[in-house]
């Protein structure tokens, strides 16, 4: 009886690691500055913003993939006539130190994965994202959150 409970625990732990290593719930934060901006005004009073920005991408937890990427995002946000309400798409790719590269695209708070290289081949997932702080600068900075598996 200790032997098949014990064979049973230990089938349960590798079952557990093996899932754990296909797929993972990650956090974390980025800093992104503005690298240009163009402004439209449709003729229905709507706003086009495209915008590029540049930033880091940090990790919340030890052993997160995403941690310490540099990534350019473009995107383009259309603006109700009153200003009151927005909506954005967008795409994102991002390279690690040993040039990995990631790839996704967002729609509003919530991005999915797309591919990428190296670590990331095979990947994916998504998540959503929540705005944090914006400077005067156009600077912002945001959390995320995200199942990613392979």
Known sequence: ???????????SVLML????????????KA?????????????DGRVLIRSVVAGYVYATSPGNPFDMLYQTCSSTILV????????????????????????????????RIEGGTGKFAGMKGGGTTTNVHAWPDGSYLIT?????EK
């Open 1 to 11: 009886m200790k032997v098949r409970f014990a064979s049973v625990m230990t089938a």
């Open 17 to 28: 690691v093996s899932m754990q290593a296909a797929s993972a719930d990650w956090t974390g």
């Open 31 to 43: 800093f992104y500055k503005p690298v240009s901006e163009e402004t439209l005004k449709l003729s």
């Open 80 to 111: 109700t006539p009153d200003g009151g309400g927005t909506e954005q798409f967008g795409h994102c790719d991002a390279l690690d130190a040993d040039q990995n590269l990631f790839a996704i695209t967002f729609h509003d708070a919530k991005w």
């Open 144 to 148: 995320w959150e995200g199942t990613a």
